[in-house]
């Protein structure tokens, strides 16, 4: 077994900002059931890292000794997910999720292998002591457990120091660390450009010296990590890291047949967009959520792209060739998109029109009216936001950010749903295995819905 600390560092309320009453209700009933059944709960990762720096947390995960099984007798209302290791989802009222995991091992991490035995992604479904689930985690800053009994914070790595002298810093040895798991370089980028801290010197040197292990990645896994990156509201400075570190060109090869250099028109406008978005998506709008689709997001990645290899917004087709341009984009997008990130034909089909439709709106709205047989088209509201936030980008009319806006309380994509759900003839989305569903009116048994 590799060694890991015995004794960790115990951070006491008072050297440490995090008071209870930051910490979110269902969360805190989370773990206080936990404590009243016998068993140990931490809330843990980025909530414990967001709470120290004084921001809000998305999320209040929570590690435990308790089993996934124990744990679904506990918490009726939850569900078990995961493949590679199993996670309990507990769910409130209002879509709240509470993810609860078991402490876990370091079998993936054996300090005692050959350089030239290590694997990649092995598998690791043990459980584990609170040092070992520390140690496995990706960045020192987020190896942080907060004990609600004492209200202390349990640091194993170092992650506190790295929090005050704003560092990430992967955990362990960073190139060992992203050979087993290459998608560790992209969520050291991405916490980079969150929390706006300096990537450490070893780190930066492994996570450069590797980043073409990531092809050997699962696509579905590198296309989830790019749509966290680019919903995380730093898109921007995520980048511009990457850029610099050479990791975008590994991701988007194709970019490498334009010119990136500082000022050069592909990365100003490509660095403008993702400023825009990441200001669209740091909108609060009262009981609504904003939130621009994942095919939206990509189509606006590959704009300037799209734009210098295709001369895109001086296009001025109709007909037969409109129809035929389109293809030729479709067939881009396939070339481009189709293995490395498992998109969904429906995904590229919205991101083509979106593509292709993009020259008639600026041509259109520079006559301030917009036509009739444009305005009949079923794309013309996805196409309309999408040209709005093409238009600030280059300096426009700022897009209003409401329009993105989904009910924070409704069903995901309510008001605007992802071409990638599929309805049947009565209207369903053919979906297996739901969430359980709660409702606030007093008359549902239970906390289920009347159906």
């Given at each position: 077994?590799?060694?890991?600390?015995?004794?960790?560092?115990?951070?006491?309320?008072?050297?440490?900002?995090?008071?209870?009453?930051?910490?979110?209700?269902?969360?805190?009933?989370?773990?206080?059931?936990?404590?009243?059944?016998?068993?140990?709960?931490?809330?843990?990762?980025?909530?414990?890292?967001?709470?120290?720096?004084?921001?809000?947390?998305?999320?209040?995960?929570?590690?435990?000794?308790?089993?996934?099984?124990?744990?679904?007798?506990?918490?009726?209302?939850?569900?078990?997910?995961?493949?590679?290791?199993?996670?309990?989802?507990?769910?409130?009222?209002?879509?709240?999720?509470?993810?609860?995991?078991?402490l876990r091992s370091q079998s993936e991490y054996d300090l005692d292998r050959p350089d030239d035995e290590i694997e990649v992604l092995p598998a690791n479904n043990t459980f584990g002591s609170l040092a070992e689930?520390?140690?496995?985690?990706?960045?020192?800053?987020?190896?942080?457990?907060?004990?609600?009994?004492?209200?202390?914070?349990?640091?194993?790595?170092?992650?506190?120091?790295?929090?005050?002298?704003?560092?990430?810093?992967?955990?362990?040895?960073?190139?060992?660390?992203?050979?087993?798991?290459?998608?560790?370089?992209?969520?050291?980028?991405?916490?980079?450009?969150?929390?706006?801290?300096?990537?450490?010197?070893?780190?930066?040197?492994?996570?450069?010296?590797?980043?073409?292990?990531?092809?050997?990645?699962?696509p579905s896994r590198i296309r989830d990590e790019l749509l966290k990156d680019l919903r995380s509201g730093a898109s921007e400075p995520w980048a511009c890291i990457s850029l610099e570190a050479g990791l975008f060109?590994?991701?988007?090869?194709?970019?490498?047949?334009?010119?990136?250099?500082?000022?050069?028109?592909?990365?100003?406008?490509?660095?403008?967009?993702?400023?825009?978005?990441?200001?669209?998506?740091?909108?609060?709008?009262?009981?609504?959520?904003?939130?621009?689709?994942?095919?939206?997001?990509?189509?606006?990645?590959?704009?300037p792209w799209a734009e210098a290899r295709f001369d895109l917004l001086r296009q001025r087709l109709k007909g037969p060739a409109h129809y035929h341009f389109a293809r030729e984009i479709r067939a881009a997008l396939?070339?481009?998109?189709?293995?490395?990130?498992?998109?969904?034909?429906?995904?590229?089909?919205?991101?083509?029109?979106?593509?292709?439709?993009?020259?008639?709106?600026?041509?259109?709205?520079?006559?301030?009216?917009?036509?009739?047989?444009?305005?009949?088209?079923?794309?013309?509201?996805?196409?309309?936001?999408?040209?709005?936030?093409?238009?600030?980008?280059?300096?426009?009319?700022?897009?209003?950010?409401?329009?993105?806006?989904?009910?924070?309380?409704?069903?995901?994509?309510?008001?605007?749903?992802?071409?990638?759900?599929?309805?049947?003839?009565?209207?369903?989305?053919?979906?297996?295995?739901?969430?359980?569903?709660?409702?606030?009116?007093?008359?549902?048994?239970?906390?289920?819905?009347?159906?």
């Open positions: 077994m590799p060694l890991v600390a015995a004794e960790p560092v115990i951070i006491t309320e008072d050297d440490h900002p995090i008071r209870l009453h930051d910490l979110d209700k269902e969360a805190l009933k989370v773990l206080y059931r936990l404590r009243d059944a016998g068993y140990a709960g931490y809330l843990v990762g980025g909530g414990v890292r967001d709470l120290y720096l004084s921001k809000k947390p998305k999320d209040f995960d929570i590690s435990t000794d308790a089993r996934p099984g124990q744990l679904r007798k506990l918490f009726r209302n939850s569900r078990t997910i995961g493949r590679r290791f199993r996670l309990v989802q507990v769910f409130f009222r209002g879509g709240k999720i509470i993810e609860v995991s078991t689930d520390a140690h496995r985690r990706d960045l020192t800053i987020n190896s942080l457990f907060y004990e609600v009994e004492n209200r202390t914070i349990i640091d194993y790595v170092g992650g506190v120091l790295d929090l005050e002298r704003g560092i990430i810093r992967i955990a362990g040895d960073p190139d060992r660390r992203v050979t087993v798991d290459p998608v560790r370089i992209m969520r050291a980028v991405r916490h980079a450009a969150r929390t706006g801290f300096c990537i450490e010197p070893v780190t930066w040197k492994a996570i450069v010296a590797n980043r073409e292990k990531l092809k050997v990645c699962p060109f590994t991701l988007f090869p194709w970019y490498t047949e334009l010119p990136m250099a500082e000022d050069s028109p592909p990365r100003r406008l490509l660095l403008s967009l993702l400023s825009v978005v990441d200001r669209v998506q740091q909108v609060q709008i009262h009981e609504y959520r904003v939130e621009i689709p994942d095919y939206m997001l990509l189509a606006l990645l590959v704009l396939d070339e481009i998109f189709g293995e490395q990130f498992n998109l969904k034909r429906m995904a590229k089909d919205s991101m083509t029109t979106l593509l292709v439709n993009l020259p008639a709106f600026d041509q259109f709205a520079r006559h301030s009216s917009w036509p009739n047989w444009l305005r009949k088209k079923s794309y013309f509201r996805d196409g309309l936001r999408f040209f709005s936030l093409y238009r600030e980008a280059m300096g426009g009319v700022i897009a209003d950010a409401q329009q993105f806006a989904a009910a924070a309380a409704g069903p995901e994509h309510e008001y605007f749903p992802s071409p990638e759900i599929r309805t049947g003839d009565n209207g369903s989305t053919g979906r297996k295995g739901s969430r359980p569903a709660f409702t606030n009116r007093k008359r549902g048994v239970f906390g289920l819905r009347n159906r």
